[in-house]
């Protein structure tokens, strides 16, 4: 059910009060361990319970109260600690950005997306045009790392067929876990950040993390034996923190991606070299498809425009 305005203003209400509040209760705390409020970050979320990491690195399974909005990984939280340690997440901190799927919250407080492509499965250009127009709407960077590179035989024409993203400046890493190549270079560009990896299952993700992440096993082994749920939390985004700084969220693989949440506005300015062109067409609704005078297909036609990112324009114009 969706809030009104009212509804909304409210929330923001009580939780501004509550941080406020929280915040002078630790303030003027005489004994830390009087169960004062303290802040925290979300590392993960199974269903309406979430772990999170206090100031000293300790987990604690919480719960949120009812009237405050979800929290995911990457949150920056209030919350209050239980006699039997356990704990109650009373407000989120306001957020630099957040991240959504079909939508549905995913993440918060990204520094950069990680879309993890591979030769096997083959990339899909129609798949990385759809993450790329989720990043420019949520207006976070995004790079692509391409993975597997051993399996090509002609790394030349891997590389021209990523030039287009290139071109448009965006990122593109080429790597191999198996073979050691590209892998050190690229630990050193994502240190210091956070960094959400996406991608469809079968990239070799998690043999990238494991490789950044040597100590993960333990990692997920800790996070489960907190949740008491296993192995589930591989399901679910979670974050963890590498070594060297930073952190690297990771969220579940995926086998397709949809739009159903943007318009078509939205993704028209998802598709970052249209946005300069806009406006320059002879009609003011032009839908870029047949219209005489169209800046973008006069940009197509120059070649300014690469045919592939027009040809996934269409078709999710069509869809």
Not at 14 to 38: F, K, L, T
Not at 167 to 178: M, W
């Amino acid at each position: 059910m969706s809030l009104n305005r009212r509804q909304k203003w409210r929330i923001e209400k009580i939780q501004s009060e509550r941080i406020a509040r929280a915040n002078s209760v630790a303030d003027n705390a005489q004994n830390p361990a009087d169960y004062a409020p303290q802040t925290g970050l979300v590392i993960t979320r199974y269903g309406q319970r979430l772990l999170v990491e206090n100031e000293a690195g300790d987990l604690i399974q919480c719960t949120s109260r009812r009237n405050i909005d979800l929290s995911v990984a990457g949150d920056q939280v209030i919350f209050m600690t239980n006699a039997d340690n356990s704990g109650v997440v009373t407000a989120i901190l306001e957020r630099d950005n957040c991240l959504k799927r079909s939508g549905k919250l995913i993440a918060a407080n990204i520094d950069e997306m990680r879309l993890v492509v591979a030769l096997q499965p083959h990339y899909q250009f129609d798949l990385i045009d759809r993450y790329l127009i989720v990043a420019e709407n949520a207006q976070l960077p995004i790079s692509i790392v391409v993975n597997k590179i051993e399996l090509s035989a002609n790394i030349e024409q891997v590389k021209k067929d990523f030039s287009m993203y290139r071109s448009i400046g965006i990122d593109v890493h080429y790597l191999s876990v198996k073979e050691q190549i590209g892998t050190q270079d690229f630990k050193e560009q994502i240190g210091g950040k956070s960094n959400i990896f996406l991608g469809q299952s079968g990239v070799g993700k998690s043999s990238l993390i494991n490789e950044l992440l040597p100590d993960l096993n333990l990692k997920i082994a800790q996070i489960s034996a907190k949740s008491k749920l296993g192995k589930h939390t591989t399901t679910a985004t979670t974050l963890y923190h590498i070594p060297t700084g930073g952190d690297l969220i990771d969220s579940p693989g995926v086998r397709e991606f949809h739009l159903d949440n943007l318009t078509n506005a939205q993704i028209l300015s998802g598709f970052k070299e249209f946005k300069p062109l806009m406006g320059q067409c002879k009609f003011r609704n032009c839908t870029h498809k047949s219209e005489p005078d169209c800046a973008i297909k006069n940009a197509l036609e120059s070649g300014a425009i690469h045919p592939k990112r027009y040809e996934t324009y269409l078709s999710l114009m069509d869809e």
